[in-house]
Nanobody
């Protein structure tokens, strides 16, 4: 079992920045032969959507709505994934969730979610 610990949410004015972090409770490189970690968000009354992901090989994906403003990165030594969010807009307001999908050496797919962290963009 893996727990995902998120931090970095908060209240910020439009145009501001926040940096979210997600730290798995165990070394993902020692558990999974391949994995993808990412950030998803859910605004009130809306479905959860993918924001940005990064694979074990370093391939990144961004939703069109955040391209050029958000950057996902991974620090392998710290076993942590980050989401740097710049030029935040009110429509970025949501609960942001970290997700880890990993395939074990036996080919078993595991799927974990963090508890979520609130990001509010408002003046």
């Amino acid at each position: 079992q893996v727990q995902l610990v998120e931090s970095g949410g908060g209240l910020v004015q439009p145009g501001g920045s926040l940096n979210l972090s997600c730290a798995p409770s165990r070394s993902i490189f020692s558990i999974f032969s391949s994995f993808t970690m990412g950030w998803y968000r859910q605004a009130p009354g809306k479905e959860r959507e993918s924001v940005a992901t990064i694979s074990s090989s370093g391939i990144t994906y961004y939703a069109d709505s955040v391209k050029g403003r958000f950057t996902i990165s991974r620090d392998n030594a710290k076993n942590t994934v980050y989401l740097q969010m710049n030029y935040l807009k009110p429509e970025d307001t949501a609960v942001y969730y970290c997700r880890l999908r990993g395939v074990s050496a036996r080919g078993v797919l595991n799927d974990y979610w963090g508890q979520g962290t609130q990001v509010t963009v408002s003046s």
